[in-house]
């Protein structure tokens, strides 16, 4: 397995709250992402780095940020949850050299 | 762009039949292509990919899959399924070349669950 862990693994909080997903790889790879799921929509990106202070939006990046300031790790944070963000967020890395995405075990979030 | 199409939401079939889900994708450019399987409360494992080369492409588990440029389709099968096969599938697809910022993000499908029944 890809060595990839996700933390909180499961968390509920309240709408208007701030809340940070941290993703942790000891691969070493440059190229890591943040997918949410959601029935009926598969997973969809929510943004994605290419580097150490490299990112840039996916599809649904609206009231979602990151910061990335190891290549190690990855944060997803919602300013202010709102319940459309209740969601099941996987991070996964890429390795160039396989062509492939390996992905982390998800976060599942709970916003009330 | 890309877009990826799976066409059955789920999928119930008996023990030890054949299956096939069915994948269909959309794409100005060349394309990747891959199948991953998420067992309940699981994260998303690879079961095969297809990057160049002979479109028959075999993966773990006995399945396998057919890459059809033609029809833009990449249908798994396996002949003979196990109740340990019942798990939701997801199509995926992604650019084959690096944009400037090395996204090669991939594009899911909707998944399909398979339901298998003893």
């Known amino acids: 397995d890809a060595g990839i862990t996700q933390s909180p693994r499961h968390k509920v909080t309240e709408t208007g709250t701030p809340v940070t997903l941290r993703c942790h790889q000891t691969?070493?790879?440059?190229?890591m992402y943040w997918y949410r799921q959601d029935p009926g929509h598969g997973l969809r990106l929510i943004h994605y780095s290419y580097g150490v202070k490299d990112t840039d939006k996916g599809e649904v990046s609206d009231g979602y940020s990151v910061s990335r300031s190891k290549t190690e790790d990855f944060l997803l944070t919602l300013e202010s949850a709102t319940s459309s963000q209740t969601s099941v967020y996987f991070c996964a890395i890429s390795d160039p050299k396989k062509e492939t995405q390996y992905f982390g075990p998800g976060t599942r979030l709970l916003v009330l | 762009a890309q877009s990826v199409t799976q066409l059955d939401s789920q999928v119930p079939v008996f023990e030890e039949a054949p299956v096939e889900l069915r994948c269909n994708y959309s794409?100005?450019?060349?394309?990747?292509l891959f199948w991953y399987v998420q067992y309940p409360n699981q994260g998303l494992q690879l079961l095969l990919k297809y990057l160049s080369g002979s479109t028959l492409v075999k993966g773990i588990n006995g399945f396998e899959a057919e890459f059809n440029k033609s029809q833009t389709s990449f249908h798994l099968r396996k002949p003979s399924v196990h109740i340990s096969d019942t798990a939701e599938y997801f199509c995926a697809v992604s650019e084959t070349s690096w944009s400037n910022t090395g996204r090669r993000a991939l594009t899911f499908g909707s998944g399909t669950r398979l339901q298998v029944q003893p």
């Open positions: 794409s100005s450019v060349s394309v990747y």
């Open positions: 691969e070493n790879h440059r190229y």
